[in-house]
């Protein structure tokens, strides 16, 4: 496995100028917050979104100047692919980039596809929601008549 140095990733900045955004606005509007914490006098909230055409991104955004983070991660392969840092307004410094794959077209792909992806991880979420709800209803039927059985009306 191979890391890049930050001289090494000047050509990529296009790329990140792509991604970063793309991946915020994506966590802003379908990713999970699992949580937010002080640190150094400012609040800090961590984001993740799995399974978007393959790739899981996590981030944590700061308040108050303490900088942003990003990760994103390949989901077949759990193997992290990009870790940056950035401030508002700043270039991004970018700590992790993996040479190996060809995770960046993909990436590039999923977020020509961001419609039809996110469509399709409604339509799962929906199909997921209504396989519970037959499950519960399952339940309590299976319950309900192991109450009547109770008081003979079997």
């Known amino acids: ?41 400012c609040t800090r909230t961590v984001c993740e979104l799995r399974d978007f ?23 077949d392969r759990p193997i992290s692919v990009l870790d940056v840092y950035w401030q508002d307004g700043d270039r991004p410094t970018v700590n992790f980039f993996y ?4 995770w960046p077209k993909a990436l590039d792909d999923a977020i020509a596809r961001k419609n039809e992806i996110l469509a399709a991880m409604d339509r799962s ?17 299976r319950a309900l008549a192991k109450g009547s059985g109770q008081f003979g009306f079997v």
């Open 125 to 141: 979420a929906a199909a997921q929601e209504e396989e519970k709800a037959r499950r519960q209803q399952a339940q309590a039927m």
């Open 1 to 41: 496995m191979s890391t890049v140095t930050q001289w090494q990733v000047d050509p990529r900045t296009t790329w990140l100028a792509r991604w970063i955004p793309f991946v915020v606005g994506l966590l802003q509007d379908r990713g999970k917050i699992l949580g937010g914490y002080p640190r150094f006098g």
């Open 99 to 102: 040479l190996e794959s060809g």
């Open 53 to 75: 055409a393959n790739f899981a991104f996590r981030a944590t955004f700061g308040m108050n100047g303490d900088g942003n983070t990003m990760e994103v991660y390949l989901v």
